[in-house]
């Protein structure tokens, strides 16, 4: 890690433990992740103030980052697999999900403000993500992303600016800027948190590992409350799969996309929940931000913006948004919008009941 | 279609299949095949086969009206409901439909009529407006509009290939047997995307959701009025190139009134100079109605599709070898679009003449032969030519 400028490499690998750099550190010191556990150390410490940060604040703080701060580069840097290696082994949906989404705030900070040379950051890429299929255009000034990938990681950051359509796109590449590419790889970092997690690591005996676990789960019973009950004049019972499926993913913690969460809000409203009320189901989502999700909402409600209150998709629509449960219910009740079913299916109701 | 046609055509069908030498979709096992028969409304689905051979008896016994299969790959093909059948890849596939081409020529050959009251129209309507009984619709096709989806083809193969990259080695180009062509990309690569990630690709297809800011669109206030002041900078990108190339097509059409003014437009001069679209004499006010304009011209001079059939992860598909049910045309993989005839290779069916009564029918050419206008005729035709007017629902089988 030299000829990169005026940053250490103790630095870089505190700030990027994924990096290529760390990873050969790591290897270096030859440890295996269960020691660790045999005896209380400012590694676990560390790896505990991680997810602390993670489940309560939704993001990582860096002490790197903290000017005049002193940091144990050591420390800072074996944390990172511990706290994985713990939250994988508690397997819990919604943490995964908030840890992986704050590592990844993490990420993008320390990149946001230090302004690594792009060279480094294409190391960081290609590296650190073992992304080799990216590549830094230093006429242009931009990172060359083939479409295919770039849709794969921009879908799951979402919105207007980042639409393929909306990109600058030449013979099969995606030209991304210095600073979007900043995000772009906070989202390659996510994406590859939650796959080292979805392996399950297997419990360990000793009394620190036993004790960690129950620092965390005190932490999530703080934290994680129960998903906000419907108003009375709503009948949950009655939504469409699709809806109840969405709803099943806040509950288990799961992160939703972008076409989802306008899927399941517009609903929402549509039936009759209040703006607060949506916000307060939202509130569940691993990466949820109250201002954002509130302006969303409203904006949807068509209390801002345009004034223009949004209908949800229809039937036809949300199944190309990979959305629809295509349950054989809707094909029986031959319904082409998830209104309609919630219509029909309360009509029914009331009718068997009278 | 009368119960003698019904039982006719359904007997041409199945000894088209009883001898007919059908084409595997790669990986046939994984695939799911749909049957629809003569007369009924629902596809017969979930069915799965280990080889060609065994749809081929298939369709011999049932003579049905289509065969299709799946985009998806799946583990468990014939399961139910469809999550269980586990898919793990989709094709990328892509329908170009002349129906949804504005061609002008559609005035001129869809029709509809009513079999009891004897009244016909030009268009598409529902219900016949003396006895409000369901109405016959009539949809042919002419060499203008099959030219304009062969233009389309060629659109989107372009943008698959020049602007996003795709490998074209695993392309398979088809035509549907009716009105258009099916586009399939059996990549595996590609093969790997979501149904979200591949609206993505058809979103930047159809120049869908467009930030008009993100490609050089920009008013300015002059005089009180808004004003368009400027277009995308070709530079700036495949979008933006694509963006104003189907504009200046559409604007084009438009100026010479081959396409109606549509209502976002407020000309305020000309259209175009020398080429060049004049972005300020459009009379567009909002970002809306530059998304508007964008999409329209696009489905003019683009590529027009149906974007349900890429997106949907359940999606049955035509498959090449197979004979339409609408037609009797064979679904045909094309190897050569500028070379393929529409009216002809496709056409399959013997010639040996049957008697058919025809309530209306346009000029129709079909291998080389000029077939009607008719009126209230009884005929004596080809077998492909009567059997495509059977199936248009046009004529019924005489004797």
Same mark, same amino acid.
């Given at each position: 890690m030299t000829g990169y400028g005026p940053f250490s490499t103790e630095e870089w690998i505190a700030h990027f433990p994924f990096s290529k750099e760390a990873r050969e550190f790591l290897e270096q010191q030859g440890f295996s992740i269960s020691t660790f556990f045999e005896f209380e150390n400012k590694v676990v410490e560390r790896a505990l103030e991680r997810v602390r940060d993670a489940v309560e604040q939704g993001h990582v703080l860096s002490p790197s980052l903290e000017s005049g701060f002193k940091y144990d580069f050591e420390v800072e840097t074996l944390s990172y697999p511990v706290a994985i290696y713990l939250v994988a082994s508690l397997g819990n949906r919604w943490l995964i999900e908030r840890y992986a989404s704050a590592e990844s705030k993490r990420v993008f900070a320390c990149l946001q403000l230090k302004r690594y040379p792009a060279?480094?950051?294409?190391?960081?890429?290609?590296?650190?993500?073992?992304?080799?299929?990216?590549?830094?255009?230093?006429?242009?000034?931009?990172?060359?992303?083939p479409v295919i990938k770039y849709v794969k990681y921009a879908v799951r950051i979402g919105g207007p600016a980042w639409k393929l359509v909306n990109q600058r796109v030449e013979e099969g590449v995606v030209l991304l800027s210095y600073e979007k590419f900043l995000r772009f790889i906070s989202e390659g970092v996510r994406l590859r948190i939650l796959e080292r997690c979805s392996q399950p690591a297997p419990q360990l005996e000793t009394d620190v590992y036993k004790k960690s676990i129950e620092y965390i789960r005190n932490l999530l019973s703080q934290t994680m409350r129960p998903i906000a009950?419907?108003?009375? @004049?709503?009948?949950? /019972?009655?939504?469409? %799969?699709?809806?109840?499926?969405?709803?099943? @993913?806040?509950?288990? /913690?799961?992160?939703? %996309?972008?076409?989802?969460?306008?899927?399941l809000a517009s609903f929402l409203l549509r039936v009759g929940v209040k703006p607060d009320r949506v916000v307060e189901i939202f509130s569940r989502l691993p990466d949820f931000n109250r201002k954002r999700t509130e302006y969303y909402v409203r904006h949807i409600a068509g209390e801002k913006g345009g004034k223009k209150a949004y209908l949800p998709y229809s039937c036809e629509r949300a199944r190309s948004y990979g959305l629809c449960s295509m349950s054989d219910v809707c094909r029986q009740l031959q319904v082409q919008h998830p209104l309609q079913y919630y219509i029909r299916y309360r009509r029914a109701k009331r009718r068997e009941s009278e | 279609m009368n119960q003698s046609s019904l039982a006719f055509v359904r007997a041409v069908f199945r000894e088209y299949y009883a001898k007919a030498r059908l084409q595997a979709p790669p990986a046939i096992e994984t695939r799911e095949f749909g049957f629809l028969q003569f007369g009924e409304k629902s596809i017969i689905r979930h069915l799965s086969f280990s080889n060609i051979e065994q749809v081929r008896r298939f369709a011999a016994e049932n003579g049905p009206a289509s065969i299709s299969y799946s985009t998806a790959y799946y583990r468990y093909p014939d399961r139910q409901p469809m999550v269980a059948k586990e898919p793990y890849r989709f094709d990328l596939a892509f329908d170009i439909d002349a129906d949804h081409i504005p061609t002008k020529c559609k005035r001129q050959h869809d029709f509809w009529f009513c079999q009891i009251c004897d009244v016909r129209g030009p268009g598409v309507r529902k219900k016949c407006p003396v006895c409000h009984s369901e109405v016959v619709l009539a949809k042919f096709v002419c060499p203008e509009c099959m030219n304009a989806a062969k233009e389309h083809v060629r659109n989107l193969i372009d943008i698959l290939e020049g602007e996003l990259g795709l490998r074209m080695q695993q392309v398979q180009i088809s035509f549907s047997g009716r009105r258009g062509f099916h586009v399939r990309i059996f990549d595996e690569e590609v093969g790997g995307l979501t149904s979200e990630e591949r609206r993505e690709i058809v979103d930047y297809i159809l120049l869908k959701e467009i930030e008009p800011r993100r490609h050089g669109f920009a008013f300015e206030q002059r005089g009180g009025k808004r004003v368009l002041a400027s277009g995308p900078a070709v530079r700036e990108g495949a979008i933006s190139r694509r963006i104003v190339q189907v504009v200046k097509r559409y604007l084009e059409a438009v100026e010479k009134k081959a396409l109606a003014m549509p209502s976002f437009l407020r000309p305020s001069g000309a259209l175009l100079k020398e080429g060049e679209v004049v972005w300020e004499n459009l009379g567009l006010r909002t970002y809306d109605e530059i998304r508007q304009l964008i999409e329209c011209a696009n489905e003019y001079a683009g590529v027009s599709l149906d974007p349900m059939v890429t997106c949907d992860d359940a999606r049955l598909l035509r498959m090449p070898s197979s004979i339409h049910g609408g037609t009797g045309l064979l679904v045909t993989v094309v190897d050569d679009l500028d070379q393929f005839d529409p009216f002809n290779d496709p056409v399959v069916l013997s010639d040996d003449p049957v008697n058919v009564h025809i309530h209306y029918s346009p000029n129709v050419v079909l291998r080389d032969q000029p077939l009607g206008p008719f009126k209230h005729e009884v005929r004596r035709l080809p077998l492909f030519a009567a059997i495509y007017l059977i199936c248009t629902g046009v004529a019924e089988i005489v004797g």
């Open positions: 060279e480094a950051v294409l190391q960081l890429a290609r590296g650190g993500l073992e992304w080799k299929w990216v590549t830094y255009d230093s006429v242009l000034k931009a990172f060359k992303v009950p419907m108003p009375k @004049s709503v009948d949950p /019972g009655a939504f469409p %799969p699709c809806i109840q499926q969405l709803l099943r @993913s806040i509950e288990e /913690g799961r992160h939703l %996309p972008h076409a989802a969460r306008f899927f | -």
